[in-house]
């Protein structure tokens, strides 16, 4: 009995060599990754689709600051999570993991990247040509909201006379009735101001 546990201990001791160590770690931490990325995707994807739920019930302009008071998130972790959201949704199946997908993103970014390098190189006229085909398109999305923002103007003014018309005191209605309604002409008004 002495025996073997003196060359079990004599097993135990002798190290593997580091080249041979290497791979097998590496091994162990792929196949972790795969197994905690198969675990952790659906719970990426549903946080995603929280997010974007959340997202469409702030305030504009208090999305940051919401995730920031409720959560340790960074704005762009927060983007991710949704982006990742809104792509599994758009495909029938999303066929990558969380840390596939943000490689991919990486790769794209990068192509990005290299698109607008080219682009930068390119001849004086196809870029003045390319200039004008984007200041034409600023222009037109202006006034696409421009005739949105008059649109508006004249819903809420009709909506606004006819409500003025059943809360005005000479009508019927009361003086707190129309004073709420004037302080919701303002508070729209100022909206307006900011679209």
Known sequence: MEAVTKQQEET???ARPLKVLVPLIKQDIEAMEQTVDKIVSPYY???GEKLLE????TSYGNWEIWI???FNLSRQTAFNYMDYAQKANVKPVLHLSY?????AR???TKLKQKTEQAQAQRSPAAWAEAWTRK???IVADRQERENQRELFKKVFNLGYKEMAKKLHPDKGGTNEGMHQLQEVKQLLARFLQMI
């Open 12 to 14: 135990q001791s002798i």
């Open 45 to 47: 994807l549903s946080l």
């Open 54 to 57: 959340a997202n469409k019930q």
């Open 68 to 70: 920031k008071e409720n």
């Open 99 to 103: 840390a596939d997908y943000l490689k």
């Open 106 to 108: 990486k790769e794209q």
């Open 135 to 137: 200041s034409e398109q």
